[in-house]
């Protein structure tokens, strides 16, 4: 009966871990796609303009 009680605990990691692939797969999409892209578009963008401008004055330091 040791190799059931081996068994369990990564057959129940996997169960679970399926089911959590499953969730992800299932939530992708749908009528939130477009403001979620929308969200992490202009959180990108807002990183992008900070590295940039941290850059410029960087550069306007050394001259």
């Given at each position: 009966?040791?190799?059931?009680?081996?068994?369990?605990?990564?057959?129940?990691?996997?169960?679970?871990?399926?089911?959590?692939?499953?969730?992800i797969?299932?939530t992708?999409?749908?009528?939130?796609?477009?403001?979620?892209?929308?969200?992490?578009?202009?959180?990108?963008?807002?990183?992008?303009?900070?590295?940039?401008a941290?850059?410029?004055?960087?550069?306007?330091?050394?001259?």
């Open positions: 009966m040791d190799y059931v009680s081996a068994l369990v605990p990564p057959v129940v990691m996997a169960v679970f871990f399926t089911g959590l692939i499953v969730t797969v299932k992708q999409g749908g009528a939130n796609k477009a403001k979620e892209d929308a969200v992490v578009d202009a959180a990108l963008a807002r990183a992008e303009n900070t590295r940039q941290s850059g410029d004055r960087d550069r306007k330091a050394d001259a």
